[in-house]
């Protein structure tokens, strides 16, 4: 990639890790495009952070489950700030119960966010993101490990890590790469809603670093994908997680 001013759009980045990731990329001196779905104020006070250092970015409202939605958000960055050099599809949920509870609503709405969702963003990226850019996605370390209660979680995931090596493929001639992050457990309110704190400890000495990730080490990660730097790396998954698998 150019040393030009860049243009990058985060999705779910209102809070948490896609919060994490946009406040890094701006830092980078991308112009980022900070999507959500529905946090408002959350996402605008990310912008307002990355403004107040010096940043440009703006916040965009858009659900990546419906296509139509997402071909807005690429529009609007492009409107604001040019093409599209960088895409990390962050945006996710997760419904955690035994494969025997989870209800149909449950299934499906991780289905639309954390797979569909992702393939929205890949479809769209694969056509307008810049000669040479990135496509970054987030998938998870569970992938591996298949604790209890995570079944259809980790089953949206492994689709998003089966399409991006797919697509590393298929858009390599052009010198996009796609790769993607799997993080494992990490300090954020998704980890912590409806989790004690004995399970969230059992979590911590199940990880031979002894302690819980941080936002800002996949923020980190992806920060190095997004680089020049990382222009050899196409088709993979990097597995964070503090060896826990």
Same mark, same amino acid.
């Given at each position: 990639?150019?040393?030009? #001013?860049?243009?990058?759009?985060?999705?779910?980045?209102?809070?948490? #890790?896609?919060?994490?990731?946009?406040? $890094?990329?701006?830092?980078?001196?991308? $112009?980022?495009?900070?999507?959500?779905?529905?946090?408002? !104020?959350?996402?605008?006070?990310?912008?307002?952070? &990355?403004?107040?250092?010096?940043?440009?970015?703006?916040?965009?409202?858009?659900?990546?489950?419906?296509?139509? *939605?997402?071909?807005?958000?690429?529009? !609007?960055?492009?409107?604001?700030?040019?093409?599209?050099?960088?895409?990390?599809?962050?945006?996710?949920?997760?419904?955690?119960?035994?494969?025997?509870?989870?209800?149909?609503?449950?299934?499906? $709405?991780?289905?639309?966010?954390?797979?569909?969702?992702?393939?929205?963003?890949? !479809?769209?990226? *694969?056509?307008?993101?810049?000669?040479?850019?990135?496509?970054?996605?987030?998938?998870?370390? =569970? =992938?591996?490990?298949?604790?209890?209660?995570?079944?259809?979680?980790?089953?949206?995931?492994?689709?998003?890590?089966?399409?991006?090596?797919?697509?590393?493929?298929?858009?390599?001639?052009?010198?996009?790469?796609?790769?993607?992050?799997?993080?494992?457990?990490?300090?954020?309110?998704?980890?912590?809603?409806?989790?004690?704190?004995?399970? #969230?400890?059992?979590?911590?000495?199940?990880?031979?670093?002894?302690?819980?990730?941080?936002?800002?080490? #996949?923020? $980190? =990660?992806?920060?190095?994908?997004?680089?020049?730097?990382?222009?050899?790396?196409?088709?993979?998954? &990097?597995?964070?997680?503090?060896?826990?698998?």
């Amino acid at each position: 990639m150019s040393s030009e #001013i860049k243009t990058a759009i985060v999705t779910g980045a209102s809070k948490g #890790i896609g919060a994490a990731i946009a406040r $890094q990329l701006a830092a980078d001196g991308f $112009q980022t495009v900070v999507n959500y779905a529905s946090s408002s !104020r959350e996402a605008g006070d990310i912008v307002s952070g &990355i403004e107040a250092t010096g940043g440009r970015a703006i916040a965009v409202r858009a659900d990546v489950a419906d296509a139509s *939605a997402v071909t807005a958000l690429f529009d !609007r960055a492009e409107a604001e700030f040019g093409k599209v050099d960088v895409l990390v599809n962050n945006a996710g949920i997760g419904k955690f119960s035994p494969l025997s509870e989870v209800s149909d609503e449950d299934f499906q $709405q991780q289905i639309a966010v954390n797979l569909t969702g992702t393939f929205n963003g890949m !479809r769209e990226g *694969a056509s307008r993101v810049r000669d040479g850019g990135r496509i970054i996605n987030l998938s998870t370390s =569970i =992938i591996g490990h298949y604790s209890p209660g995570n079944g259809v979680y980790a089953a949206t995931k492994a689709g998003v890590e089966a399409m991006t090596h797919t697509l590393a493929k298929e858009l390599g001639t052009r010198g996009v790469t796609v790769n993607a992050v799997a993080p494992g457990p990490i300090a954020t309110e998704l980890l912590f809603r409806g989790r004690s704190e004995a399970l #969230i400890q059992r979590l911590i000495n199940d990880i031979p670093l002894g302690r819980l990730g941080l936002p800002e080490e #996949i923020a $980190q =990660i992806v920060s190095f994908l997004a680089s020049v730097q990382s222009g050899w790396i196409n088709g993979q998954v &990097i597995r964070a997680n503090g060896g826990r698998n």
